[in-house]
């Protein structure tokens, strides 16, 4: 600085000021320095002329807005900085909008340099901006006022024409003249200037645009988006409304984002004001743009530092060059007790003990601090209750402009955690070493690093023999692998992990361990070792497996007895109850048996109950429990059949008919060739919340001997209606398969219509023509199909028919498509594209005609093969439909990752429109869904005129219902369509 500059300081604290003239002074500011601290004062200070004002926020007697507006009042560009000890971060925000440069604290005054340096170049550019601002408009005033003279002089005198002439061009010389001397200006300025028409298309562009945005004029010119283009999509709003009223916009500054041609986010300060012409008309606006990138930057690592101090979980202390306490931050306050407010000033000796001891201490740290800037070490330090905290400390000298030593800082451990770790530390080791457990230690990779002496006895190894060994040596082979895959799938998680191991000692001797293996974490939550405690469990396991086997096992067969059965139908119950689902009891007793072991003797009748229950483990599922009640009576659970009752039954039906045909093959007990029959009774449950195991076993024990009372090898379930249903669902589905070969299922066809009424599409269903029944509904049979692969035989046949009616020569030239269901069964089956290749290729069918309908359930399931399916086919020109849409339960984010065309709205949905007001709500909002997938919707069920008249009121909809037409044979449907459209 050529000149000192000329400071005005608000500062009620003679040593707060003192403090401010003394620092900067020592960072070389040459500046006169005026100390004002009541409104008189600044009365009389501010008509002379001044570079800067530093102003503390409190000063008792003076509101600070008010002083801030009497400031710029007299002096609009005079940069104003706020030095206040007390003003928190959200006030200083909301005060920066209002006007001051900047703030700080004083505890901070390190940064202050820097922010008067910034503050007066950006006040030296506002003038030199303003002045620039004020050249140009004086010249083109002067230009214009004689430009006029030079009017009226030609019109008075026509002999003085060409004097006017002369005076006119004179005129429009000094207006380019000073266009020139301006454009020279704007040419050559770092910030972006422009000039826009009230079109709001650019008039003049600087050529800092294009170090700024990355694009020349031309393209700002040519383009009057291309401001709005290259902002932020969040900012363009805010500069749109900008512009809008920009005809009463001030010189303040307005901040918005844009992309660099780097792709960082960078910040730009836009000014803009309006342009009038001598008769006070808008003729556009002027304004400039420049890069604050670098500023937001600083801001931001300021706050940065600023927050990282404050929230830092380690104690920190900041001291000026003569160890005066400028900061701690709430960390430091609640180890020692000690406020900023309290310690902000003070000399550090106010923490350290006042004894020859830390007097040597002291100089051994001032000594290492000269030395290598640094010092690290344990010392106690004194807290405001006047009690000793043992602390490690760390403390290194802060260095500011051209390595300058302008500090310290200081950071502390508590180490009364510490130490208290270690004595409860030396405790465990004593007890760890003493434990009857064996023990040991490893480290990540399960090398032993330590075990104890119950290991080393237990195992006969030797410590030589097993420090750097890993665990395997151990290993007796009989761990099933999935425990060490568990065990490592624990550890790595971080997990605590117990189970059991089959391991081997030295001597080859066996034995069981039950095991805890747990990780042994450092203070910052870092994985190191992994800590085994086992306990040897061999003679325990004996004891119980042999308990176990009297209590719950038959002698003879091996089978669980009956308490063990009860408490499996116990935990069944339970899980039943839980997840809604039905399971089943069968009684079970074998026919003549008394007849045949008084034949045999008890030694062929023990023989025959073998061979019995291995049949009979061998006809059931994986999890199903086979089990020996008493004599000849056995009890089969059969768990988790159905959620539906009727299905439940139908399954257990099954598996009765598979016993009954299993043990109809002859059974081989020594030279006799036995055949054998059984009665079973099935009871299903839970029938009510009171169920019991025992209620449950008597149930199926009734229906059991109702099944005798029919002869031999008869099934009967408890309840006589539900026998005959689940007979009934049994013999359709044996009848059903017959069905598909006699060449009994038929297609029927229901239309499609747009708004107008025209025919567009049709959906295929299915129609079983029964020999006997007469025309069976698919609501008799589908369902049970759905259970067995019979749905995929249908689905088959369906299509095949379809694509058939398809390649009809008076079918291809129609423009409509035919919808086929496709069963989640179906769709899931390896070779499904190769299903539907095959139908294609072989009736020659336009896939393009086809859709193929699926459910929402469909996508619960292994969602990228489905994707992948459905993309494959979809490639091919075939469409996909959402059927009953808002009944499932997959979400939109599954559904927009699939190649949907169309949605098809449930019937439930559409029986009560107009009717249900939250039914028209939600048809209203799949109408919205469908619109923002790009999608076309089918409701499924329109049945009267004002249903179809509310979907046409609100979309373009297709309509499948009785109002328009009910399913009829293909051949019909297909007639009216040829008809209609020939």
């Known amino acids: 600085m050529n000149s000192p500059l000329k400071i005005l300081v608000i500062e009620d604290s003679v040593s707060d000021y003192l403090l401010l003239e003394r620092f900067l002074r020592q960072q070389d500011f040459a500046a006169d320095f005026t100390r004002v601290y009541s409104k008189t004062d600044l009365d009389a200070a501010l008509p002379e002329k001044w570079d800067i004002v530093l102003s503390d926020y409190s000063v008792p007697g003076m509101d600070f807005h008010t002083t801030l507006q009497q400031i710029h009042a007299q002096w609009p560009d005079l940069p104003v900085i706020i030095v206040s000890g007390s003003l928190t971060e959200e006030m200083a925000a909301d005060l920066l909008r209002q006007g001051p440069t900047d703030f700080l604290l004083k505890g901070h005054l390190a940064r202050l340099p820097a922010a008067i340096r910034h503050a007066l170049e950006e006040a030296n550019e506002r003038t030199a901006r303003r002045a620039a601002e004020a050249a140009l408009w004086r010249s083109q005033e002067s230009a214009l006022e004689e430009q006029r003279k030079a009017r009226l002089a030609s019109l008075n005198l026509m002999e003085d024409a ?64 291309m401001m709005i283009k290259l902002l932020h999509p969040d900012d363009r709003e805010a500069y749109r409304q900008h512009l809008a009223d920009s005809t009463h916009a001030d010189n303040a500054d307005l901040e918005f984002r844009f992309l660099g041609t780097d792709g960082e986010l960078r910040w730009l300060s836009h000014k803009c004001q309006p342009m009038y012409d001598e008769s006070g008309k808008h003729i556009g606006r002027w304004g400039s743009n420049r890069d604050i990138t670098v500023r937001k930057q600083a801001e931001a690592q300021r706050d940065l530092f600023s927050d990282a101090l404050r929230q830092s979980a380690h104690p920190l202390l900041l001291a000026d060059a003569e160890f005066h306490i400028t900061y701690v931050n709430p960390a430091f306050s609640n180890l020692f007790g000690y406020p900023l407010a309290d310690v902000a000033g003070r000399h550090v000796s106010l923490i350290v003990p006042a004894t020859g001891k830390y007097t040597s201490e002291r100089d051994e740290i001032i000594v290492h601090l000269r030395k290598s800037g640094n010092w690290s070490g344990e010392v106690d330090r004194l807290a405001s209750d006047g009690s000793l905290i043992p602390t490690v400390a760390t403390i290194a000298s802060i260095q500011g402009e051209g390595g ?52 080393v006895r237990k195992t006969g190894y030797g410590l030589n023999e097993i420090i750097g060994r890993n665990p395997r040596i151990l290993h007796s082979g009989k761990t099933p692998r999935s425990t060490y895959e568990d065990l490592w799938k624990n550890l790595l998680a971080g997990n605590t992990w117990q189970g059991e191991f089959y391991n081997k000692s030295k001597d080859g001797s066996e034995y069981i361990e039950h095991a805890i293996i747990s990780p042994i974490r450092q203070p910052d939550g870092r994985i190191t070792h992994y800590v085994s405690v086992q306990e040897d469990i061999t003679e325990k396991k004996r004891a119980e497996a042999e308990i176990n086997r009297l209590a719950f096992y038959d002698t003879l067969t091996g089978l669980p007895n009956r308490s063990l059965l009860l408490e499996r139908m116990a935990q069944t119950l339970a899980m039943t109850r839980r997840f809604s689902h039905h399971s089943a009891m069968i009684s079970f007793n074998i026919d003549r048996f008394k007849t045949i072991n008084d034949a045999g003797g008890q030694t062929l009748g023990d023989a025959l109950l073998k061979a019995v229950s291995e049949r009979l483990i061998a006809s059931l599922r994986e999890g199903d429990v086979v089990a020996r009640i008493s004599g000849d009576e056995f009890g089969i659970l059969l768990t988790d059949l159905s959620p539906q009752h009727h299905t439940a039954a139908h399954l257990a039906l099954h598996i009765s008919e598979k016993i009954h045909s299993g043990l109809q093959e002859p059974l081989q007990i020594g030279a006799e060739h036995l055949s054998l029959t059984a009665c079973l009774g099935i009871a299903l449950f839970p029938e009510n919340d009171e169920d019991q195991p025992l209620d449950i076993l008597r149930r199926a024990n009734t229906a059991l001997h109702h099944a005798k009372t029919r002869g031999r090898g008869q099934t009967a379930f408890f309840e006589g209606a539900l026998d005959e249903i689940a007979k009934q669902r049994f013999d359709i589905e044996r009848e059903l398969h017959q069905a598909i070969l006699a060449d009994e299922l038929r297609v029927f066809l229901q239309p499609q219509v747009d708004a107008a009424g025209s025919i567009v599409g049709a959906e295929a269903l299915v129609r079983w023509q029964h020999p006997q029944r007469g025309l069976v509904p698919p609501g008799a049979f589908i369902p049970i199909a759905e259970e067995s692969n019979l749905i995929v035989e249908i689905g088959n046949w369906v299509f095949a028919k379809v694509c058939s009616l398809l390649a009809r020569e008076d079918m291809v030239a129609l423009p409509i498509r035919i919808a086929v269901n496709i069963s989640p069964r179906h769709f899931r089956q390896p070779d499904f594209i190769d299903q539907i290749k095959r139908g294609l290729a072989g009736t020659g069918a336009d896939p393009t005609h086809l859709t193929l309908e699926v459910t929402e359930g469909l996508v619960i399931d292994n969602i990228n093969d489905v994707i992948a399916k459905m993309t494959e086919l979809s490639e091919m020109g075939i469409h996909f439909s959402m059927d009953d849409f808002g009944t499932g339960y997959s979400s939109l984010s599954y559904l927009k990752r699939l190649p949907i065309h169309e949605l098809k709205i449930d019937k439930s949905f559409i029986q009560d429109l107009t009717i249900d007001p939250e039914d028209d709500a939600l048809v209203e909002t799949i109408l919205a869904v469908a619109r923002l997938m790009h999608v076309r919707v089918v409701a499924e069920g329109v049945e009267t005129a004002e249903q179809a008249a509310f979907l046409n009121l609100r979309g373009q909809v297709i309509h499948q219902g009785y109002l328009f037409g009910k399913p009829e044979l293909a051949e019909t449907v297909i007639a009216k369509i040829t008809g209609r459209n020939s």
Do not use: M
């Open 404 to 455: 300058k030593h302008t500090g310290y800082v200081a950071s502390y451990l508590d180490l009364r955690p510490l130490r208290e770790k270690e004595s409860t530390l030396r405790k465990l080791s004593l007890a760890v070493e003493q434990s009857p457990e064996n023990i040991y230690i490893t480290d990540l990779n399960g090398n032993i690093e330590y075990v104890n002496e119950s290991f």
């Open 162 to 225: 060409i004097a006017a002439r002369e005076q006119a061009e004179k005129a429009n010389a000094a207006l380019l003249e000073s266009e020139s001397k301006y454009r020279l200006v704007s040419d050559n300025a770092s910030d972006f200037i422009f000039w826009l028409g009230t079109d709001e298309r650019f008039i003049y562009v600087s050529p800092a645009c294009e170090q700024i945005f990355g694009h020349a004029p031309e393209a700002f010119l040519s383009d009057p988006e």
